[in-house]
């Protein structure tokens, strides 16, 4: 699993990795109201935190890994020195208008109640919480025996867990709703259809009620 310097590289040089970056981060600013502040949950090395910031965006980050919050603090040094990104951490206590999980970082929780609980403190009535999850019903992971040995976990229940370094778990977009509830309503959910096929991510937009 990459970490730090070398997740860094390795993510700003995948092609498909860039693409669904630049899908979110479009969603996520078009989201955004102008001047709006912001909260990168799951920041990893500060790549959307900056980008954020650019745009004139107060974004505060949260990022529980040690190395890739060393990355993010070298990334992101002339924001941090600006104090346009700025580190927290739990319990959270900055207001925002959004927050923004990209790359996964809900897939790294096994239950998503107390979390929604927690962020429905730090959102503002109206915001929104945009996350970006491993797809489910992706096809391209046919292929691997732990895909198949959980579809039924997946019909009968939406959600199963794999056993690895990372702990990933894999959730039906209703069983995040249900988590949410009455906190957040979801909102939008991308792709439908036969894009849940072919589409390895899918963006999940919850707004605050």
């Not at 910031?53 to 890739?68: D, K, Q």
Request: hydrophobic letters at 45%; a neutral charge; aromatic letters at 12%.
């Amino acid at each position: 699993m990459h970490v730090g310097e070398q997740y860094h590289e390795f993510i700003q040089t995948s092609p498909r990795d860039q693409a669904v970056r630049d899908r979110f981060l479009k969603m996520a600013l078009d989201l955004l109201p102008e001047g709006a502040d912001v909260l990168d949950f799951g920041a990893g090395t500060g790549i959307d935190a900056k980008t954020y910031a650019a745009h004139g965006h107060l974004t505060f980050v949260y990022e529980p890994s040690a190395a890739m919050g060393e990355y993010l603090a070298q990334h992101c040094r002339d924001e941090i020195a600006r104090e346009t990104v700025i580190a927290t951490a739990p319990p959270l206590t900055c207001k925002v208008q959004g927050v923004t999980a990209n790359f996964a970082v809900l897939n790294h929780f096994e239950d998503h109640t107390s979390l929604f609980e927690d962020l429905s403190h730090v959102v503002h009535q109206g915001g929104f919480v945009l996350a970006s999850m491993l797809n489910p019903y992706y096809l391209g992971d046919v292929r691997y025996g732990w895909w198949r040995a959980n579809l039924l976990n997946l019909v009968r229940h939406g959600r199963y867990a794999i056993s690895s370094e990372s702990r990933i778990h894999r959730f039906a977009p209703r069983v995040v709703a249900r988590a949410a509830a009455p906190y957040f309503r979801l909102e939008r959910l991308s792709p439908r259809g036969l894009g849940l096929a072919t589409d390895l991510y899918m963006f999940l937009l919850f707004r605050r009620v």
